[in-house]
């Protein structure tokens, strides 16, 4: 499938997508994980995407843009200085964005993708995470959330929040906000049938 958004619903675009990955730094983790950031970048540049990502050359990251420009596709890193001082910004990016501040990181990706992707990661992929799907909640943003729940690995923060809609803290219609795919191949999919959410943002706090 090209990347290309969908030509009904919120997805219009039509020129290749710029598409922001959530994802691990680690190295000390299964092979599993490490060739699904592999094959995520792969069919990212087959397809023309443009990679949005923290812009390190180690763990799932450095893998998803090594792929992603050998097989075509464009990778733009966005980095604070203090990580970049420590050597861990990836050198052969089509673009390197060093920022003053992790939050400042973040926006920059959130402004420059088209949709969201999240592979596997730790505790910086849940940050990243939890911020977009706030926006999401709250109508700052209308762009597509994917997971991509290799080997289950996210289950346990998907019975989670499960959980919070359970308990009432989070409502029920909030399940559209993301969709969850079981591999890198089913991603390109998930962003184009993707619909806006409805649901009245008044009626979170009712």
Known sequence: MPCHGAKDGAMSKS????????????????????????EFGRILGQNGCTLIYGGGRVGLMGLAADATLEA????IGVIPSF???????HAGLDELV???SMHERKRIMYERADAFVILPGGLGTLDETME????????????PIVFVDVAG?????????????ATGFTREENRGLY???DSPADVLGAIG???VPEGDLKAKWL
């Open 153 to 165: 690995f996210w289950q346990p923060l998907l019975k989670l929040i499960d959980h919070t809609i």
């Open 98 to 100: 060093v920022t003053e």
């Open 132 to 143: 977009a799907l706030t926006w999401a909640q709250l109508k700052l943003s209308q762009k």
């Open 179 to 181: 969709k969850v795919v």
């Open 72 to 75: 075509g596709g464009k990778a």
């Open 15 to 38: 020129f290749p997508l710029s598409i922001c990955v959530f994802c691990g730094s680690s190295s000390r983790v299964d092979a599993v994980f490490k060739n699904s950031a592999t």
């Open 193 to 195: 049938d993707w619909h």
């Open 83 to 89: 990580l970049q001082n420590l050597e861990v910004g």
